[in-house]
């Protein structure tokens, strides 16, 4: 009996990975996910910018500003192209990325080449901390 309990619980576990593990197309879009960061609430530590960079995709569309956020598209150089968004004042810097989930849409130019990085910069009242997430902390939804 545990070995059926296992092997039933080690396909569903293979099946969940196949289909987080899908294989991105070209010429598809896709909605940006961020993981959870872990912030000092209780210094107040709040996310002040996000910078995300892409090769071989490009930015389709922003679907949500934060209220008193700039954000920019820096034009693609040698197939790579950034995002740039930072609150205006302390006051309106994010208590976390889900404020941002499902906002930026991006697209697919070429699957063999594509690649996605971001940087969150968090600060508190004396000190910045710069998170680095690579493709593999990100998630892409279609």
Not at 21 to 46: C, M, N, Q, S, V
Request: aromatic share 8%.
């Amino acid at each position: 009996m545990r070995f059926f309990v296992f092997i039933i619980s080690l396909s569903v576990c293979f099946g969940g990975c196949a289909s987080h593990l899908e294989a991105l197309k070209t010429g598809h879009e896709y909605r940006l996910f961020f993981p959870a960061i872990t912030l000092a609430t209780a210094d107040a530590e709040r996310i002040e910018s996000v910078v995300v960079t892409l090769s071989c995709a490009s930015f389709r569309a922003v679907t949500l500003i934060p209220n008193d956020w700039s954000e920019e598209v820096i034009s693609p150089v040698s197939e790579r192209t950034e995002f740039r968004a930072s609150c205006g004042h302390g006051s309106s810097a994010l208590w976390n990325l889900r404020d941002l989930d499902g906002s930026i849409v991006i697209l697919v130019g070429d699957a063999s080449c594509f690649d996605i990085s971001a940087m969150v910069v968090s600060t508190t009242s004396d000190h910045e901390r710069r998170h680095q997430l690579s493709q593999t902390d990100l998630i892409l939804k279609p």
